[in-house]
């Protein structure tokens, strides 16, 4: 699956941002879709997940509670939510595809990964 992440820009502290991630095919119900983040200097990391067959979602400590993740088949899209965002929310945000996973936050699961959308946070 081929995925393409949009929705990245500058904000202010305190304000929202909702990223989005397209997938191509037709088999896009069958992935667990992931969102990570890479800031400067610093290793990617989960920021949360939604698996495929039951609709659970996942968040790293850092963003529960301020980010929601969804996904809407019908238009093969997984959305991430951000609320209340903190310039330490400032990091390159990547989309990922892991087919039939199951929660992971491990990069090394996830099988295809979009081209990451930055976000910056003033503060």
């Known amino acids: 699956v081929q995925l393409q992440a949009c929705g990245g820009g500058l904000v202010q502290a305190g304000d929202s941002r909702r990223l989005s991630c397209t997938a191509s095919?037709?088999?896009?119900?069958?992935?667990?879709m992931g969102w990570f983040r890479q800031a400067p200097g610093k290793e990617r990391e989960f920021v949360g997940s939604?698996?495929?067959?039951?609709?659970?979602?996942y968040y790293a400590d850092a963003v529960k509670g301020r980010f929601t993740i969804s996904r809407d088949n019908a238009k093969n899209t997984v959305y991430l939510q951000m609320n209340s965002l903190l310039p330490e929310d400032t990091a390159v945000y990547y989309c990922?595809?892991?087919?039939?996973?199951?929660?992971?936050?491990?990069?090394?699961?996830?099988?295809?990964w979009g081209q990451g959308t930055l976000v910056t946070v003033s503060s």
């Open positions: 095919g037709r088999t896009f119900l069958q992935y667990t």
């Open positions: 939604i698996i495929w067959n039951t609709g659970s979602t």
């Open positions: 990922a595809a892991d087919r039939w996973g199951q929660y992971s936050d491990s990069p090394l699961r996830y099988e295809s």
